[in-house]
């Protein structure tokens, strides 16, 4: 097999606490890379949440150490799966290695849900990349409240939508929302096949 060239960090827009925004930066980064790896087409953003908006993930930058987790109302990750069975996410809030490994991420920053109480078990709505990059809108108005500084450009919009951000968090799966959504167990049969 040959070498899979991967996107560095510093190739990429990043801003603080807008997670959904800088996935959207890579898609948007990966689609003017015609015939670059990762192809978008064999990409999946990952919004991860639940009902109560209360997700661990460790290995965060966020984090006061490596081993205790950042608790948010949801994060957003990249999932480039173009080589079954080699997963790779890429997420700019991790200390993890970028991309790493998606049995590594999974193993360290999402860990399992056997020692977690219910209300943090977390939910991942799986969104064709491509989708995530054409429908995705944010006006921001979620993050009026927080003292993060927003991104220098911009919001972001589609020709017929100016915000949509609820439809990508929402965990129920029955909602008209993109994508679909997996508890735990079958998120990992997927994306870290045994």
Not at 29 to 41: A, K
Not at 50 to 76: C, F, G, L, M
Not at 141 to 160: G, L, N, V
Request: charged residues 25%; contains cysteine; glycine residues 2%.
């Amino acid at each position: 097999m040959g070498h899979r060239r991967t996107i560095e960090k510093d190739e990429l827009i990043y801003t603080a606490c807008y997670c959904e925004e800088n996935i959207w930066q890579l898609c948007k980064h990966i689609n003017s890379r015609p015939g670059e790896p990762p192809s978008l087409d064999e990409c999946y953003v990952v919004f991860i949440s639940n009902e109560a908006k209360t997700i661990p993930i460790w290995w965060q930058r966020a984090a006061e150490s490596e081993d205790s987790a950042v608790v948010w109302d949801y994060h957003v990750i990249l999932i480039d799966h173009s080589v079954k069975g080699q997963a790779l996410v890429y997420d700019l809030d991790t200390r993890l290695p970028f991309p790493c490994p998606a049995k590594q991420y999974i193993s360290a920053a999402i860990r399992s849900e056997s020692r977690l109480l219910p209300k943090f078990h977390r939910k991942f709505r799986v969104v064709p990349a491509r989708l995530f990059l054409d429908k995705f809108a944010s006006d921001r108005s979620h993050m009026r409240q927080s003292k993060a500084s927003p991104p220098f450009y911009p919001c972001i919009r589609t020709e017929d939508c100016v915000n949509n951000i609820h439809l990508f968090w929402d965990m129920r799966p029955d909602t008209d929302s993109f994508g679909s959504v997996y508890d735990y167990d079958c998120f990992c049969s997927i994306f870290v096949p045994r």
